[in-house]
C-alpha cells in the first residue's frame, strides 16, 4: 500500500511541476503575444507547415520519447529506487525547463535549429562545434534506432532476416526524411502516441491489481546495481529521456515550426516532458516491483527480471501484467517507439545540414542532395558494434543537454531575465557529464570517483566564470 501512495506521489508532483513550476519557467523567459509564429512568417509546405495542437503535441511526445523512457527506465531500475527521485525532480527542474525554454528560443528566431540558437548564445565557434555534435549524435540515433528493431522483428518473421529489416526500416526513414512533414509522420505520429500512452496507462492500471507487490524496496539511497555500478553519475546517464535529454532540443524546432501560437508553448513543450515523465515513472515503478521476480530467459532458464536486457524485460512485464498476448503487442509498441526516434532524427539531421550550407529545402530535389549523403553515412556508421554505439551514445546526449541549458542560461542574462531557472541544472549537468567522462570505465579515463567529481566541480566553476566574465563584457 505504501508504494502505491508514493506512485502516486510522484505522479502528483510531475503534474504540480507543469502547473507551478512550468508557469514559472513561462513568465521568466516572456511570453509575446505578437510574435507571428514560423509557420506563418516562414510557410513552404514542407517544414513549416502549420498543424492541429493535439496532432503536434502527440507529435512531440513521440519526437523526445521514443524508446528512452521505456528502456532507460528499465535499466535504471537496477540502481534502485533512486530511480524515481531523480525521473520525478530532474523532469521537473530540468528536463522540462530544457526543453521549453529552447523551443521558446526558436521560436524567437524563426524555428532556428539548436546549434543555430547555441551560436547566438555561446559563438561563432560553439555553433560549428555544435553542428559537428549535433549531426553526429543524430547519425548515431539513426543507427541505434534502425539495428534495434531491425533485430527484435526478425525473430517474429523467419523468412526476413535482420539485414532486409534493417534496409525496410533505412527505406522509411528515407522517406520521412524528404517528404513534407504533414505526409507521413503528421499521419501516423498520433496513432502511434496513442499507443505509446495505452501502453504505459495498462500497466499502471493493472499493476496495483496484481499479485506483485508495489515498490516493496523504497530505500531511495541504497545503491541496488546488482554489477555494482555506482549511483553517481552512472543512474544520471542511464536514464536520460524521462529526466533530461539533450536529443530533445534536436527535435523541439521541427514542432516550433508548426505551431500557429506561442501562447500554446507551454502545453507542448514543457508538458510534452512531464507526459514523457509520468510514462518514465511507470515503467520505473513496473521494474521496481517485478525487480526480483522470476521469469524465463531466452533459453529457458528461470532468472530474476532484472537480470534480463531492457527489450526482454519489456516483454516480460506485459506478458507477466497483461497477457501473454500482450507480449506480441508489447514487441510491436517496442519497435514502433523505436521507429518514432529514428524518422524525425534521420529529419532533423537534413534540417541541421541545410542551415550549415544554406539551402532551401522548399524543393524535392535539394532536399535529396542533402538526404544521400546521410544515409550514407547511416550505412557507414553501422558497421560498428552495436553495444559500443550505445555507450558513447548516453554520454553525448546527457553533455548536449548541458551545454543547451547553458545557452538558455547565456540568452535570458543578456535579455535582463532571472537565468537560475536554467543556471542550477546547467552546474549540475556540468559536474556529471565531466564526472562520467573521468571516471567511467567503459568509455571515459577511469579515474577514481571522487577524484573525477572534484575535477567536474572545478569545471563548473570555470563555466560560471566565463559565464561572468562574458557578460560583463556584454553588460
Known sequence: MLGLLVFLLCAVLLVLGYVFYGRLAERVYGSDASLVMPCKSRADGVDFVPMPLWRIFLIQLLNI???????????????????????VFGCILAGAVHDFLSAMMSADAGGANLPELVGESLGRGARVCMRLVCILLLLMVGVVFTKLPAGMLSPLTPGLGETVWFGIILGYYF????????????????????????????????????????????????????????????????????????????QSPMMVRCLPEQRRMRGVFYGA???????????????????????????????????????????????????????????????????????TAMRCCRLLLSDAVRLRQRNLHRRLALALPIFAAVLMISQIDFSVLWRYFGWANQTLACITLWSITVNLRRRGRNCLLSLLPALFMTVMCCCYLLCSPDCGIGLSQSVATLLGIAVAVLCVLLFVRGYRKVK
Open 175 to 250: 522517406l520521412a526524411t524528404i517528404l513534407p512533414i504533414n505526409t507521413i509522420i503528421g499521419r501516423i505520429y498520433p496513432l502511434f502516441g496513442a499507443l505509446f500512452l495505452f501502453m504505459a496507462l495498462s500497466l499502471a492500471i493493472r499493476l496495483p491489481l496484481s499479485d506483485y507487490p508495489v515498490l516493496p524496496d523504497l530505500d531511495f539511497f541504497t545503491n541496488r546495481h546488482p554489477a555494482g555500478q555506482p549511483l553517481w553519475p552512472a543512474l544520471f546517464v542511464t536514464i536520460a529521456c524521462g529526466a533530461i535529454s539533450g536529443f530533445h532540443a534536436t
Open 65 to 87: 520519447a521514443g524508446l528512452g523512457p521505456v528502456v532507460g527506465a528499465v535499466s535504471g531500475c537496477l540502481f534502485g529506487s533512486a530511480a524515481l527521485l531523480w525521473i
Open 273 to 343: 516532458m512531464i507526459v514523457e515523465g509520468l510514462v518514465a515513472l511507470v515503467w520505473a515503478t513496473v521494474g521496481l516491483s517485478l525487480r526480483e521476480v522470476l521469469v524465463s530467459n531466452a533459453e529457458g532458464v528461470q532468472v530474476p527480471f532484472c537480470s534480463l536486457s531492457p527489450a526482454a524485460a519489456v516483454d516480460q512485464a506485459c506478458t507477466l501484467l497483461l497477457g501473454s498476448r500482450a507480449a506480441f503487442f508489447a514487441v510491436l509498441g517496442v519497435v514502433v517507439l523505436a521507429v518514432s526516434s529514428g524518422d
